[in-house]
């Protein structure tokens, strides 16, 4: 599993609690509700590229530099390509000759896009693969130097590589800002909750410090939220496509060899004969009645999957969400915006392979630590 090639680092969490208190705390904003997602969408992006191949894209205020939002852009636009095209031909065949004028077009672009990625992630590895013969600054322990340790023994040719390091960022930037931005939607919505969440954190952590992952062991209400947001905000609802290998019965249904079979982990976690009558209503402390598993031991809930397609990151992910809303709680306090009632939030999902909120969260935020703690933690790459 990923977790094991290095800690999450508090670093990009700690810019992005710099870049939001500027924000927040500058005359011009005041009273002004934030647009969550950019904040989340750096801070993630970030992560994972750290993480893959040891690169950030953030310029001192905090935003995404000119190579990170070209980056990020072009990600994007192929994945909405993927999603729109793919994902109607998969249910409609038959609109394929309806779809072709433009999916010609989409091919010509997709084309355009990855051959601009391959390009990128080609002067990655170079890069690293030099590092690693000379050995500059010793034994670096990211994704795409595990991947140039394993190359020869697993026989890894360049386009295996590109496709592994690019299913992490695909798979692992959305994932992680949807499910940061759906739990403080949550927050809001739930101020109980909200205040029960920081008392914990002033308790463990008082008001002199910052959070680190050192303490999610004495933080059992904090985790409990993230698994509660993850219950009813699973951001890849159908999970990936699978393809019956064989011909199979479950659960009383035949499947024939070659079905492609999606399984619904949102209606996993929507169901009230598990989760009992108040199964809409955003509880951790149920997890406390039963503690749950969600890393595929447990079928009740199964956001990261099971079995051996079950998400690699799950660790990654569950740390950096619950290392986000960690901080984010620590930090802020958490209002809908001026005249906006809780009940007023538009908690739709917008359809697709992951699901944002229809409409982007907005929020009033206050701090509510010393301004000291602040300042975003020296970066080590
Ligand atoms: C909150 C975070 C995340 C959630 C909820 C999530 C969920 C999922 C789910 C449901 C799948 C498909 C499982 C299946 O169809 O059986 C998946 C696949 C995958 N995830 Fe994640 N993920 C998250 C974060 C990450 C992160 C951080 C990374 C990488 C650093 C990552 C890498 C991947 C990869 C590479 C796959 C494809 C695996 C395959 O095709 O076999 N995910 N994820």
């Given amino acids: 599993m990923l977790e094991a090639l290095r800690p999450i680092r508090e670093d990009e969490a700690t810019a992005m609690i710099e870049s939001l208190f500027n924000d927040c705390t500058d005359p011009e904003n005041k009273g002004k509700p934030l647009n969550i997602r950019g904040y989340a969408g ?3 992006f970030n992560n994972i590229t750290r993480l893959t191949f040891g690169k950030r ?3 001192l205020k905090g935003e995404l530099d000119t190579v990170g939002t070209e980056l990020k852009g072009v990600l994007s636009s192929r994945k909405a390509k993927i999603n729109n095209a793919s994902i109607l031909i998969e249910y409609l065949p038959w609109l394929q000759w309806l779809l072709s ?3 010609k077009k989409d091919r010509e672009e997709a084309a355009m896009l990855n051959a601009r990625l391959d390009q990128f992630i ?12 000379i050995n500059i600054g010793g034994a670096k322990q990211h994704f795409v130097d595990a991947l140039l340790t394993l190359k020869d023994e697993y026989d890894l040719c360049e386009d295996t590589m590109f496709g ?6 695909v798979a692992g930037v959305d994932t992680v800002a ?3 931005e759906w739990a403080l939607a949550e927050m809001i919505r739930n101020p109980r909750v909200q205040k029960k969440a920081q008392e914990e954190l002033d308790q463990v952590i008082g008001s002199e410090r910052i959070m680190t992952e050192e303490d999610f062991s004495n933080l059992p209400y904090l985790k409990a939220i993230a698994k509660e947001s993850f219950r009813l905000h699973p951001p890849t609802p159908l999970m990936l496509p699978h393809k019956a290998r064989a011909n199979v019965k479950i659960g009383g249904y035949d499947i024939p060899k070659g079905s492609i079979v999606h399984i619904n982990a949102w209606a996993l976690g929507h169901d009230p004969n598990v989760w009992g009558d108040d ?3 955003f509880r951790p402390e149920r997890f406390f009645d039963e503690d749950i598993d969600m890393k595929g031991h447990d079928f009740r809930l199964l956001p990261f999957g099971a079995g051996r397609r079950i998400c690699p990151g799950a660790q990654v992910g569950i740390n950096l969400v619950t290392s986000t809303l960690g901080h984010l709680l620590h930090h802020f306090e958490w209002k809908p915006p001026n005249g906006v009632k809780i009940e007023e939030i538009d908690m739709r999902e917008s359809p697709g392979t992951v699901t944002y909120m229809k409409t982007p969260l ?3 935020i206050n701090p509510r630590l010393p301004a000291t703690l602040y300042k975003r933690v020296p970066v080590d790459m």
């Fill in 178 to 180: 949807i499910s940061v």
């Fill in 279 to 281: 199964v809409d209503v």
């Fill in 362 to 364: 907005q929020a009033v």
């Fill in 101 to 103: 004028p433009l999916d």
């Fill in 164 to 169: 592994l390091l690019w299913d992490m960022i």
């Fill in 57 to 59: 894209f953030i310029n």
């Fill in 122 to 133: 080609r002067e990655i590895i170079e890069e690293h693969a030099k590092a690693k013969s």
């Fill in 42 to 44: 750096i801070m993630s």
